[in-house]
């Protein structure tokens, strides 16, 4: 994943060092997807790339780059979101799978549909981790249709500037 400031941060255990700014940080595996989108609905769409964005803080997104793949794209992305505020500001990664490049789609003029999107509760202890298979939903007229998997896991890490 990229962040748009570039930062460059390195991992630390308990040891502080002075004169350093320390975060709590979101490390981040995103390994794929499973069952994301249904071809038959849109017959005519053939080429499908995908794309995660994700965030905690919504003026903070990341994006993977995009992958080929019709049903189950694999991204084996990993990145950290730095958590500038307490814990209890930030209280879920937002994610989102994105379908780019896909000018044939019906209703979108920037080649840009939101497949699925899930709100998943971040770890509340130093060091805790999540890890497992998260249920995505997309929206189908007025409601939400339940519909493919992301498969991730994050861990709540101190990080420094270097």
Same mark, same amino acid.
Request: charged content about 25%; glycine content about 8%.
């Given at each position: 994943?990229?962040?748009? +400031?570039? $930062? %460059?941060?390195?991992?630390?255990?308990?040891?502080?060092?002075?004169?350093?700014? *320390?975060y709590?940080?979101?490390?981040?595996? %995103?390994?794929y997807?499973?069952?994301?989108?249904?071809?038959?609905?849109?017959?005519? @769409?053939?080429? $499908?790339?995908? $794309?995660?964005? @994700?965030?905690?803080?919504?003026?903070?997104?990341? +994006?993977?780059?995009p992958?080929?793949? #019709? !049903?189950?794209?694999?991204?084996?992305?990993?990145?950290? %979101?730095?958590?500038?505020?307490? !814990?209890?500001?930030?209280?879920?990664?937002?994610?989102?799978?994105?379908? *780019?490049? +896909?000018?044939?789609?019906?209703?979108? +003029?920037?080649?840009?549909?939101? *497949?699925?999107?899930?709100? #998943?509760?971040?770890?509340?202890?130093?060091?805790?981790?999540? *890890?497992?298979?998260?249920?995505? @939903?997309?929206?189908?007229?007025?409601?939400?249709?339940?519909?493919?998997?992301?498969?991730?896991?994050?861990?709540? $890490?101190?990080?420094?500037? @270097?």
């Amino acid at each position: 994943m990229e962040n748009d +400031s570039n $930062r %460059i941060v390195s991992r630390i255990q308990d040891e502080i060092i002075p004169g350093r700014k *320390v975060y709590l940080g979101l490390h981040l595996e %995103i390994l794929y997807a499973e069952d994301i989108d249904n071809p038959s609905i849109h017959p005519y @769409v053939l080429n $499908r790339e995908y $794309r995660l964005a @994700v965030w905690v803080d919504p003026n903070e997104e990341f +994006s993977t780059i995009p992958v080929e793949g #019709i !049903l189950n794209p694999v991204w084996n992305a990993s990145g950290v %979101i730095l958590l500038k505020k307490f !814990l209890e500001y930030h209280t879920f990664l937002n994610v989102e799978v994105l379908r *780019v490049n +896909s000018m044939n789609d019906p209703g979108t +003029s920037s080649g840009v549909v939101i *497949v699925g999107k899930v709100k #998943i509760p971040l770890p509340t202890v130093l060091y805790g981790e999540k *890890v497992g298979r998260f249920g995505l @939903v997309r929206e189908m007229g007025e409601g939400f249709k339940v519909e493919g998997h992301i498969y991730l896991s994050m861990k709540l $890490r101190k990080y420094i500037y @270097v």
